[in-house]
């Protein structure tokens, strides 16, 4: 059975930085593309980027392309979202999900999710 448990989310203030970390586990993770999604109040699901399974690519909304980064350690099975030069609208819950065919959109397993907060 797939799990991915996000962790690293909290309250920052507006220009501040936090990184979020995902750790897969139940299946091979270099199988497997790796995305970030958030959510806010009142909104739907929102993409933010993703990784292939090797790392040598990934992929970034407009929203947040320049200051958020995703990486991943296949020996640790972990995927991270360094976010940075935050703002108050990215407050949100943000979701990582794993895809055997992500760069189709495609996703087959998701996080509970952790709470990004930015003050302003």
């Known amino acids: 059975q797939v799990q991915l448990v996000e962790s690293g989310g909290g309250l920052v203030q507006a220009g501040g930085s936090l990184r979020l970390s995902c750790v897969f586990s139940?299946?091979?993770?270099?199988?497997?593309?790796m995305g970030w999604f958030r959510q806010a109040p009142g909104k739907e699901r929102e993409f933010v980027g993703r990784i292939s399974w090797s790392g040598g690519s990934t992929y970034y909304s407009d929203s947040v392309k320049g200051r958020f980064t995703i990486s991943r350690d296949n020996a640790k099975n972990t995927v991270y979202l360094q976010m940075n030069s935050l703002k108050p609208e990215d407050t949100a819950v943000y979701y990582c999900?794993?895809?055997?065919?992500?760069?189709?959109?495609?996703?087959?397993?998701w996080g509970q999710g952790t709470q990004v907060t930015v003050s302003s």
């Open positions: 139940g299946r091979t993770f270099s199988t497997y593309g």
């Open positions: 999900a794993a895809g055997a065919a992500s760069a189709r959109g495609i996703w087959d397993y």
